[in-house]
């Protein structure tokens, strides 16, 4: 059978059309393959002939700039300084006791240095820079350089490192950083990569500890070319990533400067909380510590001083100390017993020095007795036995729940480390705690502070705004974050019968401004300043029947750690309250010589915003006050403060 024939005219368009699609596609091939020999032999020649040399571009992490931390007027608390380190990269440098003890040649290493080197590397990536020496001289920095041919791996850098201007006046507050620990790692979800950086600065304490993710900021990138024996060779790309938060707080540097002088010589706490907004203006630690030294490695010898001081520098006791709040707290007990209707603020109870309670004797402070007291006397004499009765009438519950409103046994919302709750307490959570029962004794000694009631300055200096201004006034110490202003805590209304805050105010005037009050003696005489406040003083033992038999032993007779803790609170202006005060001195004794004193005289230099005239002064006082001003001035300039010593 015969093939039929082929139409040529048919068939070489076709073959045309698929010769030339063909070409193109080949063509282009070629054209791309011959840009890319082009790239890769002329326009990326030197990059590649560098590799070939055995060179190698490594990615560094870097450390954004570490946010700032100011008070209320712009005054630095926490700001980064330039320091010049050493730094090794294990895998460019070779044997690691080789390198060191080359470089040990060359400038001086102590062996703790060289351990704590060697050690770090075991535990990081051999890519990963480790810092051999810090905050090294200058010309330290100019003999690794000078060597660098002989110190493969080995390089000089400058970086920021934190410092604290103000020293132990802000320690407790602002806290510190510290190198990043494996204990730090350990408690971290999702750890961020700057972590893999040694001895990376990191919030330990305080608000550098409870603000870090915002401080810390976000890490860079640098891409550098580097040789065969470690030397970089060029910056290839840099991001800088992006800076920390910069944080204002509430604190007033001066006042908070003052606060730690006043105190100085004392183990106490002292808090000023502005009515108004809830800002904290100061909040006082003393004994206090040089944050600065735990940035830069804190030795052993300086842990152990402060580590294993009775008087505890390194506790923030003005948030985590949790004391019982003594005679202070009748004004919760009081109002409490005003709003459940219990008393009448003019009815009398007679105070013989004792209450009977169940066969058991409840002691009034004043062994005599006040005879008959109404409320208003209750609170200018600190008469115990009035509130052991209105204790029996009210019960422990109204007690308690008119503490929380009033911000005792509440942990409040600061960024500071350990916030303690404090005790407001009730049948149930004595229950929970000790598995027994609520016991009459019980309230009766809650009445007064005592027994199971605890509050931490803090919480009593909200508790003084609160009853000042009739409203739910929260502590505030962020002001700021980046510009951006945080929420007031200024409050809304405290729910409280306005008649009963206005009684509660009027005993509080009495107490500092008659005179048969508790503190009379620290009353301030500067027309429109004249404040209001509360004793108090809180035993830390129990007063046996044998000792009540042949006296009680005066405080300055006992071992300090066994004297009663000593407090204050007030407010002032009382016409028109600005501030709230609240002070604590551990084992200071009694409230009124002790810490009343501490407590006005902190109030008049918040209210002058600086030291007051001594005609604020009762006139008897001026002339003790005009030597404490100069001695307070000289350790506010930064002379020594005295050694904590208590006879």
């Known amino acids: 059978m015969k093939r039929q024939r082929t139409d040529t005219s048919e068939v070489w368009p076709r073959m045309t059309r698929r010769a030339a699609l063909l070409g193109t596609v080949q063509l282009g091939l070629m054209g791309v393959l011959g840009w890319r020999m082009k790239q890769l032999q002329i326009d990326q020649a030197d990059q590649f002939r560098l ?208 606060v730690e002088a ?43 001083a402060l580590n294993e001081n009775i008087y505890r520098p390194l506790a923030a006791k003005a948030v985590q100390g ?12 009081g109002l409490a017993a005003l709003e459940a209707g219990v008393i009448d603020p003019n009815e009398t109870v007679y105070c013989p020095g004792y209450t009977e309670v169940s066969g058991t004797r409840f002691h009034c402070w004043k062994k005599g007795g006040h005879g008959n007291v109404d409320y208003n006397d209750s609170l200018k004499y600190s008469c115990d036995c009035y509130y052991y009765e209105v204790a029996q009438r009210l019960g422990i519950e109204a007690m308690s729940q008119m503490a929380r409103k009033l911000g005792v046994g509440v942990r409040h919302d600061v960024p500071m480390s350990a916030v303690a709750e404090g005790k407001a307490p009730d049948p149930a959570w004595k229950q929970a705690q000790f598995n027994d029962v609520w016991r009459v004794g019980d309230t009766v000694n809650a009445s007064i502070g005592q027994g199971y009631v605890l509050a931490t300055p803090l919480q009593l200096a909200v508790m003084t705004a609160r009853v000042a201004t009739g409203r739910e006034v929260t502590p505030r110490l962020v002001k700021t974050v980046d510009g951006a202003e945080q929420p007031s805590g200024a409050g809304g209304p405290l729910g409280i019968n ?83 005060v609240a002070v604590v001195v551990e084992h200071g004794g009694g409230g009124s010589a002790v810490a009343a004193p501490i407590g006005r005289d902190v109030t008049l230099q918040a209210l002058y915003n600086g030291f007051p005239p001594l005609e604020a002064y009762p006139a008897e006082r001026r002339e003790e006050m005009a030597q404490m001003q100069v001695r307070i001035r000289a350790l506010m300039d930064g002379q020594p403060v005295p050694v904590f010593e208590r006879a």
């Open 51 to 258: 590799l070939a040399e055995e060179n190698r571009v490594n990615m560094r992490l870097m450390p954004p700039s570490r946010g700032l931390i100011f008070d209320r007027n712009g005054v630095p608390l926490a700001t980064n300084e330039p320091v010049y380190r050493i730094v090794m990269v294990r895998e460019a440098a070779g044997d690691p006791h080789e390198a060191l003890a080359r470089l040990a040649a060359v400038m001086p290493l102590e062996p703790e240095a060289i351990q704590a080197t060697l050690d770090e590397m075991e535990r990081v990536a051999s890519f990963v820079p480790v810092t051999v020496k810090d905050r090294v001289s200058w010309d330290d920095v100019a003999r690794v350089t000078a060597n660098t041919p002989a110190l493969p791996g080995i390089t000089a850098e400058v970086g920021l490192s934190r410092h604290y201007p103000k020293g132990a006046d802000t320690a407790h507050v602002v806290g510190y950083v510290g190198p990043i620990s494996d204990y730090d790692l350990s408690q971290i979800e999702d750890p961020d990569p700057l972590f893999q950086i040694p001895k990376f600065q990191y919030g330990k304490t305080g608000v550098e500890a409870k603000l870090e993710e915002q401080l810390r900021g976000q890490a860079g990138a640098m891409r550098i070319e580097v040789n065969s024996v470690g030397r970089v060779m060029r910056e290839l790309s840099r991001d800088e990533g992006a800076a920390g938060a910069d944080i204002q707080l509430t604190v007033d540097a001066n006042l908070q400067a003052y």
């Open 262 to 304: 006043r105190m100085a010589g004392e183990s106490a706490a002292c808090v000023v909380i502005d009515c108004a907004s809830g800002d904290l203006l100061a909040v006082g630690n003393a004994p206090s510590f040089d944050p600065n030294l735990f940035v830069r490695g804190i030795s052993v010898a300086d842990w152990t």
């Open 498 to 580: 306005e008649n009963s805050l206005r009684r509660a105010r009027a005993s509080m005037f009495d107490v500092v401004n008659s005179d048969r009050g508790t503190a009379f003696r620290s009353r301030i005489e500067a027309e429109g300043m004249q404040m209001a406040g509360k004793t108090g003083t809180s035993q830390v033992r129990r007063i046996t029947a044998e000792e009540r038999a042949r006296g009680v032993s005066k405080n300055e007779d006992l071992p300090w750690e066994r004297r009663d803790h000593a407090l204050w609170v007030n407010f002032a202006p009382y016409d028109n309250p600005r501030i709230a």
């Open 322 to 333: 949790a004391y019982p709040p003594g005679s202070t707290f009748k004004i919760a007990t």
